[in-house]
């Protein structure tokens, strides 16, 4: 079989077969097949689409293209969150330690930065000695000690998507829905939790541009889940603002620091105990209103802080830097940008804020380069908020003096200001549970 012959026949639209599909993962990892075809195989999924059989299929040789992690021990108990990307998204580094807190097992494996995406396995790493990389006995003993492990993307856990998953962040392929659904739900399938959440994002920082196209993608992903047995249901959330003030690594994780001590800005409180709750509701059979309630105390009492600092400690973090978030390092240049004019910011556009973001440090061009972990913006006025010319509305952080003024034009061009005020739009849009009938269902 010719790897030629299966970008030639996908080019032109057509179905692959079981085999082809196996072939192509199986010959991918081993190395037979060279970025270069693979890139031009995933152009050509990216413009022609794949049935979902083929999606399906490209899932399970994902999950199955390395070792799995077998979770039984946790019984149901054990469950993963998943977002589909955004700006700002740092709701890993809560919702674990809130749903740990109150008793669920959380056995995660996450992604790094993904073309405008910020990556949780970048974030984490900005805390000095946390570790990624565990063993599968590491892992384990971590998440019954603790109640919840993250890592990355190592050893032989889903080595497909791996590869994949670095190649589609440099090619302009990340926005292809069978590629986002196989991937994620590969993942999870290998990483073996009974349940999973997902954040299925749209709008201007999304992969999903509008709240029909990830409702019909989360759709996808909750029935292939429970095709394999998972129990799955997606919170669908609004990306068409950055998720809380922080876009950046260790920004980020000082802002989840302000959120599990209660300062949280709103947005991204809502979304974060919208996701706890659905995953406590999930793996520990509470109904909803009980489980928000667990979710809301853990917050407010201060335990899920603590199972932070416990959980960054196990994996060989410096939980010092929890219990003092000025110890992160700062950027030597903190450059205020001012607004122009009076008015309302009317819109955001999130995806070209995030790309902001990477022009100052804080995310990849290509898979090669490293990301500064001190880099990145503190927004101060977002969607519906008043400002006055000259007002300060953002702050740049950088170690790169020659990229602060590209990145002050981006992020200005970024804003759309206007006399009136936005009208008011929900950060939840609704959640997709799978149905009496066996079908995906949308609720509001």
Not at 130 to 157: C, D
Not at 338 to 358: F, H, L, N, V
Not at 379 to 404: Q, R
Request: glycine residues 10%; aromatic residues 4%.
């Amino acid at each position: 079989m010719r790897f030629y012959d299966i970008i030639q026949k996908k080019k032109h639209g057509e179905e692959l077969t079981a085999e082809e599909i196996a072939f192509l993962g199986k010959a991918y990892v081993d190395g037979e097949i060279p970025d270069y075809q693979m890139s031009a195989f995933l152009m050509a999924v990216l413009w022609r689409g794949m049935t979902d059989r083929e999606a399906s299929l490209l899932t399970l040789a994902i999950a199955e293209s390395g070792d799995t992690v077998d979770l039984s021990m946790f019984g149901d108990r054990s469950v993963d969150k998943h977002s589909t990307g955004g700006v700002g998204d740092k709701t890993t580094m809560i919702v674990t330690p809130i749903v740990a807190a109150v008793g669920g097992c959380v056995a995660k494996m996450s992604g790094r930065g993904l073309g405008h995406t910020g990556g949780t396995i970048d974030k984490l790493e900005s805390i000095p000695g946390f570790s990624t990389t565990l063993t599968r006995e590491q892992f384990i003993a971590t998440v019954e000690k603790v109640g919840v492990a993250v890592i990355g993307q190592s050893g032989n856990l889903a080595p497909l998507d791996k590869k994949l998953y670095a190649l589609r962040d440099v090619t302009a392929t990340v926005d292809s829905v069978p590629l986002i659904t196989s991937s994620v739900m590969g993942k999870k399938l290998a990483a073996g939790s009974h349940s999973i959440v997902l954040d299925v994002k749209y709008g201007s920082g999304a992969f999903m541009s509008c709240a029909e196209d990830a409702v019909e993608l989360a759709k996808k992903m909750v029935a292939i889940g429970y095709d394999r047995g998972r129990q799955v249901s997606a919170i669908i959330s609004s990306m068409d603002t950055p998720l809380g003030s922080a876009v950046g690594n260790s920004l980020e994780v000082k802002e989840a620091i302000e959120t599990l001590s209660g300062r949280g800005a709103p947005d991204l409180t809502e979304v974060c105990l919208a996701l706890a709750t659905e995953m406590v509701a999930l793996s520990m059979k509470k109904d909803k209103a009980e489980a928000r309630e667990l979710c809301k105390n853990a917050l407010e009492n201060g335990s899920a802080l603590a199972k932070l600092k416990e959980w960054i400690a196990a994996q060989g973090g410096d939980a010092n830097y929890i219990s003092n978030p000025e110890k992160f390092p700062v950027s030597a240049y903190v450059h205020e940008i001012r607004a122009s004019e009076d008015g309302y910011i009317y819109a955001m556009d999130t995806e070209q804020i995030g790309i902001s973001a990477c022009d100052l440090g804080a995310g990849r061009a290509s898979k090669e380069d490293e990301i500064d972990h001190s880099a990145g913006i503190i927004i101060l006025k977002k969607t519906g908020d008043k400002i006055t010319g000259g007002e300060v509305i953002a702050l740049l952080h950088t170690n790169k003096k020659d990229a602060i003024l590209a990145a002050e034009e981006r992020y200005l061009r970024a804003l759309t200001v206007s006399a009136e005020p936005p009208r008011h739009a929900p950060v939840i849009f609704g959640t997709v549970r799978m149905g009496k009938d066996g079908e995906p269902a949308l609720t509001h």
